[in-house]
C-alpha cells in the first residue's frame, strides 16, 4: 500500500489525442474553432472594456454581463489554446500537474458561467414581474454578494477533484481520448478504484449545474407568464424575441456539456468523436455568442461599442442610429 501511495504522485506526463477518429481532419476542424475563439476573445473583451469603461452602465444588468464575459474569457482561454496546439503542431504531451491546473479552470469557469446564468435569469425575472422591488432588491450589495457566492461556490466544487485525483495510481496509462482535460477524462486511466471520484462529479453535477438549469427554467417561465399578460402585443413580441435568444445561448451551453458529463458515465456506446466534438463546442460557442445575444442586442451597449468604434461622431452607423 506505501508503495501504491507513493506511486500516485510520480510525475505523469498524459497524451490528449484531440478528436479520436478525426487525427487527419485537425487541421480543417481548427480553423472553425480557431475563428470562434478569436471572436469569443474579442467579443468579451470588448464589452468588459465598454462596461468597466463607462459609469453609466455601471448597473446591476451591465455588471452581471461583465461578470458573464470574464467567465467566457477563462472557459475559451483554458482549453482552446491548447486544443489548437494539438490540431496545429501535434503538441499532444502535457504534465499532470499541467493537466490538473486546466482541468481545475475549466470546471472552475463553467460552474461560475451557470451560477452567473442563474443570477441574470433572477434579475430578469424581478425586473419584468416585481418592477417596484428591483431598486432594492438587486442593490450593488446584493450584486457583490452574489459575485462573491459565484466565485467560492466554483472553488468549492472544482478543488475537491484535485485531490482525488492526485490520490489515485496510473500504473502508466497516458493517452487521455480528449482536446482538454477533464475529471472524469483524468480519472479513467487510473489503475484503481474510481468510484469516489464517479459519484463525487455526478452529485455535484445535479446539486449545482443541474439545480441552475431547473431554477433558470422556472425564472424564464414565470417571465413568459408575465409577458403574455403585457397588454401591448409589441411589448409582447420585443420581450419573447429577448427571452428566445437567451433560452437559445442557455440550451448551446447546457445541452452539449450535460452530454458530455452523461456520456462519460452512461454512454459507453456513443462514437468518441462526437463525444468530444460536443464536449468542444460548449466551451467557445457560448462566449461567440454570449457578447451578441447579451451585450450587442441591449441598446445601451451597442450604441457604447458603436461610440467607441466612432469617437468623432462622425461615422453612419447602420441600424445603430444615424449618427455614432
Not at 450589495?141 to 457566492?149: D, H, K
Not at 456539456?257 to 468530444?276: D, E, K, M, N, Q
Not at 453612419?316 to 449618427?323: F, M, Y
Request: net charge positive; charged share 10%.
Amino acid at each position: 500500500m506505501p508503495e501504491l501511495n507513493a506511486s500516485s504522485f510520480d510525475p505523469i506526463t498524459f497524451v490528449l489525442t484531440g478528436i479520436p477518429g478525426m487525427e487527419s481532419s485537425h487541421a480543417w476542424i481548427s480553423i472553425p474553432f480557431c475563428l470562434m475563439y478569436v471572436a469569443a476573445v474579442l467579443g468579451n473583451s470588448v464589452l468588459l472594456f465598454v462596461i468597466l469603461a463607462d459609469r453609466s452602465l455601471h448597473e446591476p444588468m451591465y455588471l452581471f454581463l461583465a461578470m458573464l464575459a470574464v467567465a467566457d474569457l477563462m472557459l475559451s482561454t483554458a482549453t482552446v489554446p491548447k486544443m489548437l496546439a494539438i490540431f496545429w503542431f501535434g503538441a499532444r504531451e502535457i504534465s499532470f500537474d499541467a493537466c490538473v491546473t486546466q482541468m481545475f479552470f475549466t470546471h472552475f469557469s463553467f460552474t461560475l458561467e451557470s451560477s452567473v446564468l442563474l443570477a441574470m435569469a433572477f434579475d430578469r425575472y424581478v425586473a419584468v414581474c416585481q418592477p417596484l422591488r428591483y431598486p432594492s432588491t438587486v442593490s450593488p450589495a446584493v450584486l457583490g454578494r452574489i459575485a462573491a457566492a459565484a466565485a467560492a461556490r466554483g472553488f468549492c466544487i472544482t478543488f475537491p477533484p484535485i485531490f482525488l485525483l492526485k490520490r489515485l495510481p496510473y500504473c502508466g496509462h497516458s493517452a487521455v481520448p480528449h482536446s482538454y482535460c477533464e475529471h472524469m477524462g483524468i480519472a479513467r486511466l487510473a489503475c484503481a478504484d474510481i468510484r469516489a471520484n464517479v459519484w463525487y462529479g455526478l452529485t455535484t453535477a445535479l446539486l449545482s449545474s443541474g439545480l441552475d438549469v431547473l431554477l433558470i427554467a422556472v425564472s424564464y417561465a414565470l417571465i413568459l407568464r408575465a409577458v403574455f399578460g403585457l397588454p401591448s402585443p409589441a411589448a409582447r413580441l420585443k420581450t419573447l424575441s429577448t427571452c428566445g435568444s437567451h433560452l437559445c445561448v442557455i440550451l448551446m451551453f447546457y445541452v452539449p456539456a450535460f452530454f458530455s458529463f452523461l456520456t462519460h458515465r452512461f454512454g459507453h456506446h456513443v462514437p468518441g468523436h462526437v463525444h468530444i466534438l460536443l464536449a468542444n463546442l460548449y466551451v467557445v460557442v457560448p462566449p461567440m455568442l454570449n457578447p451578441i445575444v447579451y451585450g450587442v442586442r441591449t441598446r445601451q451597449i451597442r450604441e457604447r461599442i458603436a461610440r467607441l468604434f466612432c469617437p468623432t461622431r462622425d461615422c453612419p452607423c447602420p441600424r445603430w442610429g444615424a449618427r455614432c
